[in-house]
């Protein structure tokens, strides 16, 4: 049984450049969510889906970042004239929701993103 | 807004000794999780804690669920230079789909 996995692990990028990151899930997993980590804080939600469905997009998340899920499975996340402040790590995570319980979330390594 | 507060933020100890790590908030959560992150890696889950006043057990780590489900407590025992970390708590509630995490405590076991 693969983890969550995340494409690439490192990207290098120049200030207004547009960069694109994928993220594949758990296999079966309906749920999916990004976050962005900056040092020395914890992780901040951006926003997650449901199958194919985004449910919630952070208020924080500038319409330079948009997420998609076309097919329910794999997610990409796209910056779009990327700036130095979006030099972060970006982690996906993946979930198993049946409609009760818990929602506990399985992380992948992340994108270490850095913006020059 | 629901907010998580971890304590210590820093914490630095000899091998063998004992210490227990803090999450509060002043929100109600359908459970909680924590985790463990090294750095340039994800989190990986250590438990998740559902029931309040729930004691949950791994080994040498005692993770707590306060009775009001507001806040949660770790416990490590006898620290090992392996156990050197950032450690994440992340409250949950499940209507909101959302976790909101802590900013961690940063643990270093020095052998």
């Known amino acids: 049984d693969t983890g969550v996995s995340q494409d690439p692990r490192h990207k290098i990028t120049k200030r207004g450049q547009n960069v694109t990151f994928r993220c594949d899930p758990i296999?079966?997993?309906?749920?999916l969510y990004w976050y962005r980590q900056t040092l020395g804080q914890g992780p901040e939600f951006l926003t997650y889906?449901?199958?194919?469905?985004?449910?919630?997009k952070s208020r924080l998340l500038s319409d330079r970042f948009s997420a998609e899920r076309p097919k329910g499975s794999f997610s990409t996340l796209e910056i779009q004239r990327t700036e130095q402040g979006d030099s972060a790590m970006y982690l996906c995570?993946?979930?198993?929701?049946?409609?009760?319980?818990?929602?506990?979330?399985?992380f992948g390594p992340g994108t270490r993103l850095t913006v020059l | 807004t629901q907010l998580l507060e971890q304590s210590p933020q820093f914490l630095s100890i000899q091998e063998g000794e004992n210490l227990t790590v803090y999450c509060n908030s002043s929100?109600?959560?359908?459970?909680l999780q924590w985790y463990r992150q090294e750095p340039g890696e994800g989190p990986v889950l250590l438990v998740t804690?559902?029931?309040?006043?729930e004691v949950k057990k791994l080994k040498r780590l005692t993770f707590q669920f306060g009775d009001a489900r507001k806040d949660s407590s770790l416990h490590i025992t006898a620290a090992q230079p392996g156990d050197t970390g950032l450690y994440l708590c992340?409250?949950?509630?499940?209507?909101?789909?959302?976790?909101?995490f802590g900013d961690g405590t940063t643990l270093t076991v020095k052998p």
């Open positions: 995570a993946s979930s198993s929701w049946a409609g009760v319980g818990t929602d506990t979330q399985y």
């Open positions: 296999s079966e997993h309906n749920r």
């Open positions: 889906f449901q199958n194919e469905a985004q449910l919630e």
């Open positions: 929100s109600v959560f359908s459970s």
């Open positions: 804690v559902v029931t309040g006043g």
């Open positions: 992340a409250g949950l509630n499940t209507n909101a789909g959302k976790s909101t």
